[in-house]
């Protein structure tokens, strides 16, 4: 058994906050997959006020080996009462920066992008100064879907590439990593005024040259932003952790990763998906993108 070192141990929250967040939250009846996943950074963000917010859900249509969503063959019909909540949930909470995320719904012909659509809508209408962060299932390799998203003009479109291309078949068996990165590449040639995001778990298995190589697929097809962080295991039916990276390699990813030319690279033991997700605002103001163009109009067909 792989003993958690000590630069795991992470500090129980400050209860007062975590609480307040969770009664929004409850109220709304929202799901969050900070809670729904097990973040380990839950106490943090929750003390922060933010929140990755996790919509259709919470069961999935993939039963992904690392993961602690629930699965579910038959998930029920989308809510439509879910963007107001949502879009509620954001104004209330004072967000500056909201991240949407989503279980997979292979079962919907879109792959859910038309209620991304309608939760990003219902956000510009109540809390137009947020950044909005889309966290994307691989929607099958629907680009119309994919497209239909963009549409919407999130500030970042992100898709988890999730682990090296060896260990896709044990790690995310309904999932092809070309498909991934052809998610990535289209994103950017269809709304470039988007940023681009992607994120690598480690610790089950992979080299160091192996990581190394999928940062430079990501950075072929010109993604912005990655995030690296230790996959730790949910349960004893989860797939088990093989190794604790320690903290100095972390550091040499990030640094690769900058001298290779993504924009932002977040890579610590903690560091999830949304983690800090925030600080985006402050790289659109050092990199700015050309304006995207009006909602009214429609470059992506």
Known sequence: MVVKPEWLR?????????????????????????????????????????????????????????????????????DPTEPDRLAEAVQRLRLNHVVITSVNRDDLPDGGASQFVRCIQA????????????????????????????????EVLNHNTETVPRLYRR????????R???????SRELAPWVYTKSGIMVGLGETDAEVRAAMQDLRTVDCDILTIGQYLQPSQKHLGVTNFVP??????????????????????PLTRSSYHAEQVRVLMER?????APSANSSPLD
Request: hydrophobic fraction near 35%.
């Open 287 to 291: 990199y700015p993108r050309t304006a």
């Open 180 to 186: 991934s990165l052809e998610l990535l590449k289209r």
């Open 123 to 154: 956000i510009r209408e109540t809390s137009p100064s947020t950044t909005i962060e889309v966290l994307i299932p691989d929607l099958c390799g629907n680009w119309q879907a994919l497209a239909t998203i963009l549409q919407a003009q999130p």
């Open 10 to 78: 992470v500090k129980a929250p400050q209860w007062e906050r975590v609480g307040s967040v969770k009664e929004i939250l409850r109220d709304l009846a929202l799901n969050t997959v900070c809670e729904e996943a097990s973040c380990p950074n839950i106490g943090e963000c929750f003390n922060h006020g933010t929140a990755t917010f996790l919509i259709m859900g919470p069961a999935c249509t993939r039963a992904c080996p690392y993961c602690d969503i629930d699965f579910e063959k038959k998930p029920k019909p989308l």
């Open 247 to 268: 903290p100095e390699q972390f550091e040499a990813w990030r640094q690769f990763g900058e001298s290779i030319g993504f924009l932002q690279v977040v890579s610590s």
């Open 171 to 178: 790690v995310r068996p309904q999932g092809q990593y070309e």
